[in-house]
């Protein structure tokens, strides 16, 4: 417990998010209170416009609110320094796109050091992302640039980047969004497995409700709101 | 983290390809204006390196052919201990060679005292005869030359045949190759020839070429030369009469006419009345070093002119790297995002497009260097009795270093861009 935060939760209090569009300023986030579970699969859904994918890089550090707290496993975001929020991403989040987001020029097993690149390569830490590679079944596909992968493929590389580093916390933005659903599925499944592996903590935002199972933490959020009926 | 810049470079390397030709243009330029220069000071070096001896020459004048000294002096000269020979020269243009105006090349004419020519033990035109020989004193009031290589190759003359100079009829019994701009361009001459051809009294040459014997240095030597005229003003152009009554010897004659000859010159105001400059003297000594440091300050001009040209090659490279790192940046804005979002910090991200602009201004000084180093050579082959350039390794490492600095320089406004960019701000603009 952390400044009356959780360590056992995410902990988002009365934040406000906005930023400015083509059409001028959108208030993502309108006072959004909440707490995620630690350990397990969580889906944000609701409607497009809504502010998941807003408070889902808010949770990971890569924006910053214009008012409220977030504090993960008890540690207040706010708080961090620009070096401790790099280190805190470097160290303990895992980023999961709907685009793959993948270096184009870079190997798979090279896509999935990229978090480790400015500090050096160690051989055993090569050989963790080739067993990485290899647990999402792509062992084969090792030395394959991202033009020469399938999009499940890609997601799946873009998974072993995110778990490398063992992060307490992997967020997915729409993960699926852009596979066919045999492929959304084996990206769960891989997800899942992993999550149970290491013990992450995996918050996923989606509009594709048909990979949620008993058990899962959902948050529906609508109009920069929890919604009614959350949990 | 210099691989993954390697291969960002690799990725693109139309974009790569055209950066790094802009680096190389602009350092191949470099090499080849500074190369002039370098040109001239190895000329310099190799041409009077080899001479053991020192030039006197009329203080300030750039070149024996711009110099006057008495020729009495040289007598004055000879009689210093250490001193070996005293070589007398004169110099003069060559106007019309076969007809033609000798303008570009310049062509010169060298008198010699070849009596003291044949004493001396090292002489550059005499080291370097590829036909025939060099002109002794048997040669002395005849109109015998010897030219260079590169003058009889210009003028289809061969040993024995005539070169006609300003209306003379030069026989040439020596053809010599030195490989120096500054020598090959001289038609060696009986030291009288000259001076008629040129309209130069007995009394005058434009140098003397000293040469030490072999148990004194020439920095002693020109101490001695120094020594023997300190005091002497710039003005005079005969010894005191004190000197000169020295010069004349001990014979009962001379010591007779001694006090008349002071009377006569205190009362016509001689050389003793004229005050000395105590840092003054009315020659100038000059030994190997010398030499260069003279051309050196004469192509001083040529040195800012060539800066001035550089600078706009380098302007416009450096334009093109920030241009290129700049759309490269814009280009990537998205995988910067993806790298700040994995933990990369933005100082490691202005790492990496530091590496990568490094990388392009070694590649372009590496290759820059290489082509200039080769222009040169291909110039020097093409025109090798006009121009003499020389890249030296001083100038290609030079070059090397400042287009790796260039290749940071421009590539750091970029980075900064984009190392400041928020993650997110990055993805969103992506």
Sequence with gaps: MVDGSDSNTIDVTNVVKSYRSGLGEVRALRGL???????????????????????????????????????????????????????????QVGFIFQNFNLLGNLSAVDNVLVPFLPQGISAKLRQEAVDLLTQVGLGN??????????????????????????????????????????????????????????????VVVTHDRSHIQPGDFVLTIRDGGLEVGNG | MFSFALKNLLSRPLRTALALCGLTVAIAGMVGLFSV????????????????????????????????????????????????????????????????????????????????????????????????????????????????QAIADEYGRV????????????????????????????????????????????????????????DTSSEVLTTRLKDLFAGRSPGAWQPTIEQAIDLAGDSPMVKQLAPLARMAAAAAGGNEEVSPVADEIPVEVRGNEDWSQQVHQLSADLDLFLAIMTSIGVTIAFMGIVNTMLMSVSERIIEFGILKANGWSGAEVLRLIGFESAILGFGGGVLGSIVGWIATHAINAQFPTRIHLYASPKLLVVSLLFSCVLGILAGLYPALRAARMAPMEAIRRG
Excluded at chain 2, 116 to 137: F, T, W
Excluded at chain 2, 193 to 205: A, N, S
Aim: hydrophobic residues 35%; neutral net charge; contains cysteine.
């Design chain 1, 33 to 91: 209170t909440c707490q995620i579970p630690r350990g397990k699969l969580s889906f944000i859904v609701g409607p497009s416009g809504s502010g998941k994918s807003s408070l889902l890089y808010l949770l990971g550090g890569l924006d910053q609110p214009d008012s409220g707290e977030i504090a993960v496993f008890g540690r207040r975001l706010s708080s961090l320094s620009k070096r401790e929020r790099d280190e805190f991403r470097r160290r």
């Design chain 1, 141 to 202: 596909r090792l030395d394959h640039r991202p033009n020469q992968l399938s999009g499940g493929e890609q997601q799946r590389v873009a998974i072993a980047r995110a778990l490398l580093k063992r992060p307490l916390l992997v967020l997915g933005d729409e993960p699926t969004g852009e596979l066919d659903s045999n492929s959304g599925a084996e990206i769960y499944r891989h997800l899942r497995e992993l999550r149970d592996a290491q013990g992450s903590t995996v």
């Design chain 2, 37 to 148: 220069a370098e040109g001239i000071q190895d000329t310099v070096r190799t041409t009077f390196g080899k001479m053991p001896g020192v030039t006197l020459l009329q203080p300030g004048a750039p070149l024996p052919l711009f110099s006057r000294l008495p020729t009495a002096w040289g007598e004055e000269i000879a009689k210093l201990p250490g001193v070996h020979v005293v070589h007398s020269e004169v110099w003069s243009r060559a106007h019309l060679v076969e007809g033609k105006p000798a303008i570009s090349p310049p062509r010169f004419l060298f008198g010699s005292d070849l009596v003291q020519a044949d004493q001396l033990r090292y002489s550059v035109y005499r080291e370097k005869m590829v036909q025939g020989r060099s002109l002794n004193s048997n040669d002395r009031g005849t109109q015998r030359c010897v030219i260079s």
């Design chain 2, 159 to 214: 040993l024995g045949e005539n070169l006609r100079v300003d209306g003379h009829d030069l026989e040439i019994v020596g053809i010599y190759k030195c490989d120096s701009l500054f020598l090959d361009v001289s038609i060696i001459l009986d030291i009288a020839l000259v001076r008629k051809l040129g309209h130069l009294g007995e009394d005058t040459v434009c140098n003397f070429y000293v040469e030490p014997d072999l």
